[in-house]
């Protein structure tokens, strides 16, 4: 074996990712975005994600309060974003500055722990997943919980994340940190829920595939397994889908001594290729494809 091919193994190895062919760059989008723990929103272009083209600081929050999750809502191309108060945000990205959705009031059940934030292009509504597998739906122009049931008195959250009774991890309690919703050319009304289980490594749907029948709605909790990403341990992960061409991005932290890698995630069957690593010290807890 050449020396450097051997030795181009062994670093991919080190990292704990499997060998895959490179996703062609053309089918990657241009531009992408992050929030890092420092609260600083870093512009990439995936195909360089150690490179880093943009920096603005957030500006706008309470004090303590962080921004835990971000996406594009692509009917508009703003960039929203979720606090660690629960409250939703609209981030210039001239900027950095963020500007509270009016009306928006701290969510109760937001605190702490990490956060699945995506919007359902088809409901124009976002996805909140994540701490003791709590899910639920904010509305993007007021930041309220969508109600559940409306014939039960107060505002129901959806019913927590459990996986289907004949799912291979039936056995297991989920832990989702990180949710993204795909694009239909064909049928706006169509879209599936895919997620990241840290604990178990795996990408997995919330609900069923688009134009299944019976059809079950992410609104009910439902998990089902695609299958492994190759990556362990899992930290903490963030997920996008582009509008384009249904291209999954993620972002993984294996270890706070290793620095985040960007990976494109295979939707049929969960595995992960590795595009690049950000810069050492750089601890990434959301990312949002650019429209």
């Known amino acids: 074996m050449h020396s450097t091919k051997a030795c181009l ?21 241009s531009t992408v975005w992050v ?3 420092s609260q600083h929103l870093l512009k990439i272009n995936p195909r ?3 490179t880093i083209q943009t920096t603005l ?9 962080k921004i835990v999750g971000i996406d ?10 979720l606090s660690s108060q629960g409250r939703i945000f609209i981030i210039n990205l001239s900027s950095g500055v963020a500007t509270l959705v009016p009306g928006s009031k701290p969510t109760e059940p937001i605190n702490g722990g990490h956060w699945g934030f995506d919007f359902n292009p088809a409901a124009d509504k976002m996805r909140v997943v994540g701490k003791q597998n709590l899910n639920l739906r904010l509305h993007p122009d007021t930041g309220a919980i969508i109600d559940f049931d409306s014939k039960t008195s107060g505002t129901q959250t959806d ?8 799912d291979i991890n039936a056995a297991y309690t989920p832990d989702i940190v990180a949710a993204a919703y795909t694009y239909n050319p064909n049928n706006e009304k169509l879209t599936t829920n895919y997620a990241i289980d840290k604990q178990r490594g795996t990408l997995v749907m919330q609900g069923t595939i688009e134009g299944a029948t019976p059809a079950v709605s992410p609104n009910l909790g439902v998990l089902y397994t695609i299958g492994g990403l190759g990556i362990e341990p899992i930290q903490d992960a963030s997920l996008d889908i582009s509008d384009i061409n249904n291209i999954a991005l993620g ?11 960007l990976v494109v995630i295979d939707l049929t069957t969960g ?13 990434i807890t959301g990312l949002a494809i650019e429209p």
Request: glycine share 10%.
């Open 9 to 29: 193994i062994t670093l991919c190895l080190s990292f704990g990712f499997p060998l895959f062919a490179a996703t062609s760059p053309a089918d990657l989008p």
């Open 35 to 37: 929030i890092e723990n």
């Open 48 to 50: 360089s994600p150690g």
């Open 159 to 166: 019913p927590k994340l459990t996986y289907d009774r004949g």
């Open 271 to 283: 595995r992960a290729e590795l595009l690049g690593h950000f810069p050492r010290g750089k601890t």
């Open 57 to 65: 600081p957030v500006q706008g929050l309470a004090s303590g309060e």
């Open 251 to 261: 972002t993984i932290t294996t270890s706070a001594s290793l620095p985040a890698k």
């Open 72 to 81: 594009f809502r692509v009917a508009r191309g703003d960039l929203y974003a």
